[in-house]
């Protein structure tokens, strides 16, 4: 249905998806074998909520949604979504967004047991096009994904702007 309207994309294992609507990795790993057999490129959310990253277990959270949620020849995008950054104005500080995606990097290739597949990997949380261009400077990071801000045309449009301006980097 979704390809018939167009659809090249599809978002998967979104904080509320998984709060809200009962979206386990399991789950979340079945509608990306379902999506890559329609033909879509699954966009996989993972993140921490804040008491996990405060008490230390951000690592093992973010290990555990990309061994249970991928699958072994994914393809498709990652989204690296802290949940405590999503709506409330809050981004990580560039060092820890860096620790954060070397770990993820590190951790895809297991999961998917080849060095062959690069998965694009995006931040998601709070995105303006403020924060844009540093944002996209931070080695290993290849895109946004931006909610309430691309809900208002000029402040995506400004974010859009903001990513073509920046100079892309080599590919870690
Ligand atoms: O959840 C998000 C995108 O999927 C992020 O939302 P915000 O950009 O509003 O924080």
């Given at each position: 249905m979704l390809t018939e309207l167009g659809a090249r994309y599809v978002i998967l294992g979104h904080s509320e998806r998984r709060q809200n609507?009962?979206?386990?990795d399991a789950v979340i790993r079945q509608k990306v074998k379902a999506a890559t057999a329609a033909g879509l490129i699954p966009i996989v959310c993972i993140g921490e909520h804040l008491a996990e990253r405060n008490e230390g277990r951000a690592a093992s959270v973010l290990a555990g949604q990309i061994e249970g949620s991928l699958t072994r020849g994914f393809r498709g995008i990652v989204a690296y979504e802290p949940v405590w950054a999503i709506g409330s104005g809050i981004t990580p500080s560039h060092e820890e967004l860096q620790r954060k995606l070397s770990l993820i990097r590190a951790l895809l290739p297991m999961r998917l047991?080849?060095?062959d597949i690069r998965v694009p990997v995006l931040y998601g949380g709070s995105v303006t096009s403020v924060q844009t261009p540093s944002l996209l400077s931070i080695d290993g990071l290849d895109g946004v994904l931006v909610?309430?801000?691309?809900?208002?045309a000029q402040s995506f449009l400004d974010i859009i702007r903001a990513a073509t301006e920046v100079p892309s980097s080599s590919p870690s």
């Amino acid at each position: 249905m979704l390809t018939e309207l167009g659809a090249r994309y599809v978002i998967l294992g979104h904080s509320e998806r998984r709060q809200n609507h009962g979206e386990t990795d399991a789950v979340i790993r079945q509608k990306v074998k379902a999506a890559t057999a329609a033909g879509l490129i699954p966009i996989v959310c993972i993140g921490e909520h804040l008491a996990e990253r405060n008490e230390g277990r951000a690592a093992s959270v973010l290990a555990g949604q990309i061994e249970g949620s991928l699958t072994r020849g994914f393809r498709g995008i990652v989204a690296y979504e802290p949940v405590w950054a999503i709506g409330s104005g809050i981004t990580p500080s560039h060092e820890e967004l860096q620790r954060k995606l070397s770990l993820i990097r590190a951790l895809l290739p297991m999961r998917l047991m080849t060095d062959d597949i690069r998965v694009p990997v995006l931040y998601g949380g709070s995105v303006t096009s403020v924060q844009t261009p540093s944002l996209l400077s931070i080695d290993g990071l290849d895109g946004v994904l931006v909610g309430s801000a691309s809900l208002e045309a000029q402040s995506f449009l400004d974010i859009i702007r903001a990513a073509t301006e920046v100079p892309s980097s080599s590919p870690s």
